[in-house]
């Protein structure tokens, strides 16, 4: 099983239609989450992170954690051209204090 | 803030041959980290450091990879000799914190293609 795990997509969504992402975990003692967007030939950004179950908003993004189901989930609102994009989860392994980032999803928001 | 500095961009070289790559984390940042990207996958940890001292190189090749913190601030991530499958961006990040806690600040990267 793989640490972090995603849908590599594509996910296909219609502008101003909402876009949700998931990712799940294996580490049940993990205890930071990270969202990265990461455009075609640019190195990663960070959107969001949570530490705490339940959502948290920033604008038009929104991440969910679900610790008991070892799931956390980003959703974007109002999708735009320009969110088109892969989208990078990341989460820290408790014991060997390092990062472990998802495969990415490809995002593509259709005008 | 000025952000993380990585050289060079790009990097061109036939397999059995040397490269080396430099970054300079951002100001203050104690953890340094090198990730491999592959094209289609997400960045893989090669090597963390903690100050000086690594935290992590379980996934670095350490038969042909090498890495070494000056001072604890700049570093420099070497491969040799290359081989076609290290074609990759090489990432460098800095955060504030340890142990997976605080984000990551990327650099721009290193694309290297083997021939």
């Known amino acids: 099983q793989k640490e972090v795990e995603q849908n590599s997509g594509p996910l296909s969504v219609p502008e101003g239609a909402i876009a949700s992402l998931n990712c799940t975990y294996s580490d049940r003692g993990s205890q930071s989450f990270f969202w990265y967007r990461q455009y075609s030939g640019k190195s990663p950004e960070l959107i969001m992170f949570i530490y705490s179950n339940g959502d948290k908003e920033d604008g038009r993004f929104t991440a969910q954690l679900n610790k008991a189901s070892q799931y956390v989930s980003l959703l974007i609102r109002d999708s735009q051209p320009s969110d088109s994009a892969t989208y990078l989860c990341?989460?820290?392994?408790?014991?060997?204090?390092?990062?472990?980032f998802g495969q990415g999803t490809r995002l593509t928001i259709n005008p | 803030e000025a952000g993380v500095a990585q050289s060079p961009r790009y990097k061109i070289i036939e397999k059995r041959q040397s490269v080396a790559f430099w970054c300079n984390p951002i100001s203050g940042h104690a953890t340094l980290y090198w990730y491999q990207q592959i094209l289609g996958q997400g960045p893989k940890l090669l090597i963390q450091?903690?100050?000086?001292?690594?935290?992590?190189d379980s996934q670095l090749p350490k038969d042909r990879f090498s890495a070494e913190r000056l001072k604890g601030v700049d570093s420099t991530l070497k491969i040799q000799p290359a081989k076609l499958e290290d074609s990759a961006v090489y990432l460098c990040?800095?955060?504030?914190?340890?142990?997976?806690?605080?984000?990551?600040?990327f650099g721009n990267g290193t694309r290297l293609t083997v021939t």
């Open positions: 990040a800095s955060s504030l914190g340890s142990g997976g806690g605080s984000p990551l600040h």
């Open positions: 450091f903690q100050n000086n001292g690594v935290v992590d």
């Open positions: 990341a989460v820290n392994v408790q014991g060997a204090q390092k990062l472990v």
